[in-house]
């Protein structure tokens, strides 16, 4: 069975820095990758997502994540956070060859603290 | 846009009793999936549908049952709530094939006292 490590639980970077949040994940052939951000009270948005092709994937928002085959990961970045980031971040797996019908498996989640 | 509407945002129930949890998506996606989200856990799924009439069981079916007898609507059912069902439940729904992400409905806050 697969499974995704968010290995930071809360992370706090002040307005203006940039970001990385850490994904891992264990699955054995190469899966389809998700980012998906909640703010408070709210369902889940996607940021951005990898099936296949260019392993550096843009998304909404001015994020961004790689996919890197040989470490298992598919981190999560940005340039400079705006205090509105402040959500929960939440990196999903697939399998490759469903698609994600039978549904995504989900890290533990990482939640963003934005410093004026 | 996919549109995915949870019946209720907020919704308190007692032990005890059968609750409904109502989905509906607008853009006529043949799978759709209950997932529950606990602090420190993420999300777990519950229960999905590949069509009408189809179930299957995720990683915590336990205490839940599902109903889809239309293809836009997919209910998860409480058969006796227990406290310990307290949580955040968001639906899901997934168009098949054409590499596409699950999109997710607002959630439903269930406090069962």
């Known amino acids: 069975a697969q499974s995704v490590t968010q290995p930071d639980i809360h992370i706090t970077v002040s307005e203006g820095a940039s970001l990385e949040l850490r994904c891992n994940y264990s699955?054995?052939?190469?899966?389809?990758l998700f980012w998906y951000v909640q703010s408070p009270g709210q369902g889940l948005q996607l940021l951005l997502k990898y099936f296949s092709g260019d392993t550096l994937v843009q998304g909404i928002k001015g994020f961004e994540a790689e996919f890197k085959r040989s470490q298992s990961s598919f981190n999560l970045r940005k340039p400079s956070v705006h205090w509105s980031d402040a959500a929960e971040y939440f990196c999903a797996v697939a399998p490759g060859s469903g698609g994600g019908a039978d549904g995504l498996t989900f890290g533990k989640g990482t939640h963003l603290i934005i410093q004026p | 846009d996919v549109k995915v509407t949870q019946s209720s945002r907020y919704l308190v129930k007692r032990t005890g009793e059968k609750v409904f949890l109502e989905c509906v998506q607008d853009?006529?996606?043949?799978?759709m999936f209950w997932y529950r989200q606990d602090p420190g856990l993420g999300l777990r799924l519950i229960y999905f549908s590949y069509d009408v009439k189809m179930k299957e069981k995720g990683d915590i079916p336990e205490g839940y049952s599902v109903s889809r007898e239309k293809k836009e609507r997919f209910s998860l059912i409480l058969e006796s709530a227990s406290t310990n069902q307290t949580s955040m439940y968001l639906c899901?729904?997934?168009?098949?094939?054409?590499?596409?992400?699950?999109?997710f409905g607002d959630g439903t806050r269930l406090s069962i006292l």
């Open positions: 899901a729904s997934l168009r098949t094939g054409g590499n596409q992400p699950q999109h």
């Open positions: 853009m006529d996606h043949e799978n």
């Open positions: 699955y054995g052939a190469t899966p389809y």
